[in-house]
C-alpha cells in the first residue's frame, strides 16, 4: 500500500481527495435542503419531526453518516495542510503581478471561507445534533407513535437573531466556497474538457447560489414568523 500513501500524501493526492470528499458534501446539502425545507410546511412540525426520526434510526442512513463525518474530517485537514503549503511554496507574493487579475476573490480567499463555514458548524452542531441525540427534547405523538420534537428546537433557535444573522453570514460563506470549489473539483478529476465546460460552470454557478439562498432563506421566514 506504499504507493497509495505517496500518492495521497503527494499535493495532487490531497486535491483529488479534497475534490472527491468536496462533491460528496455536495450531495449531502442537497438531500440536508430537501428536510430543511420541512420546517416550512404549516403542519407544526410534523413532516420535519418524521423526517429527523427516519434519518437517525434507518440504519443505511446512519452508516451514511459516519462516512459523512469522514468527509467533513478528511475534507477540513487536507484544506488547512494545502493552504499552510501554499503559503509556504509563496511566502511573498508577487511584486509585478496582481493576484485579481489571475484568479477568483472566492478562490483565493477559500481558507478563510471555510474557516466561517467550520465555526458556523460547531455551533451548528452543538445547537441541533448535540442536542437531538443527547439533550432534553419534548415528545410528541402521532398516529400513536412518540417522535422527538426537533421541529421546536429548530423554531426556538430561528426565534433568535444573532443566530439567523450568523446563519446568513454561514451560507453566503458557502456560497463563495461553492462558486469555486464546484468547478474546481471537476477539474481536479480531470472531467473537464472544452465542450462541457460551459455546463459545469452554470451548473456550479446556479448550486452555489440557490442552495445557500435556500438554507439562508429558512430561519429568515421563522424568525419574521415569529417575530
Keep these: 500500500m506504499s504507493w497509495f500513501t505517496k500518492a495521497m500524501s503527494s499535493t495532487l493526492g490531497k486535491k483529488l481527495l479534497m475534490a472527491l470528499t468536496g462533491l460528496f458534501l455536495v450531495i449531502f446539502l442537497v438531500v440536508h435542503l430537501s428536510g430543511n425545507l420541512q420546517l416550512l410546511l404549516n403542519d407544526e412540525g410534523r413532516a420535519f419531526n418524521v423526517y429527523a426520526k427516519f434519518m437517525t434510526t ?9 462516512i459523512l463525518y ?4 478528511v475534507h477540513i485537514i487536507w484544506a488547512i495542510i494545502l493552504t499552510v503549503n501554499n503559503k509556504k511554496a509563496r ?10 487579475t489571475n484568479s477568483t476573490w472566492s478562490s483565493r480567499n477559500m481558507g478563510i471561507l471555510g474557516t466561517i463555514i467550520f465555526i458556523f458548524l460547531v455551533i451548528h452542531l452543538k445547537n441541533f445534533w448535540y442536542v437531538m441525540h443527547w439533550g432534553p427534547i419534548d415528545m410528541v ?26 446563519y446568513v453570514v454561514a451560507m453566503l460563506g458557502l456560497m463563495f466556497h461553492l462558486y469555486h470549489g464546484f468547478s474546481s473539483a471537476f477539474q481536479t478529476l480531470g472531467l473537464n474538457h ?23 432563506a429558512i430561519p429568515v421566514i421563522i424568525y419574521f414568523k415569529n417575530f
Excluded: H
Design 58 to 66: 434507518n440504519p443505511l442512513i446512519k452508516t451514511t453518516s459516519f
Design 70 to 73: 469522514a468527509a467533513f474530517i
Design 91 to 100: 511566502p511573498v507574493g508577487y511584486a509585478k503581478t496582481s493576484a485579481s
Design 141 to 166: 405523538k402521532y398516529e400513536g407513535q412518540e417522535y422527538r420534537d426537533l421541529y421546536a428546537t429548530v423554531d426556538m433557535a430561528f426565534s433568535q437573531l444573532w443566530y439567523v444573522v450568523l
Design 194 to 216: 472544452v465542450k462541457y465546460n460551459p455546463v459545469i460552470k452554470f451548473v456550479g454557478v446556479a448550486f452555489a447560489i440557490i442552495v445557500p439562498a435556500m438554507f439562508a
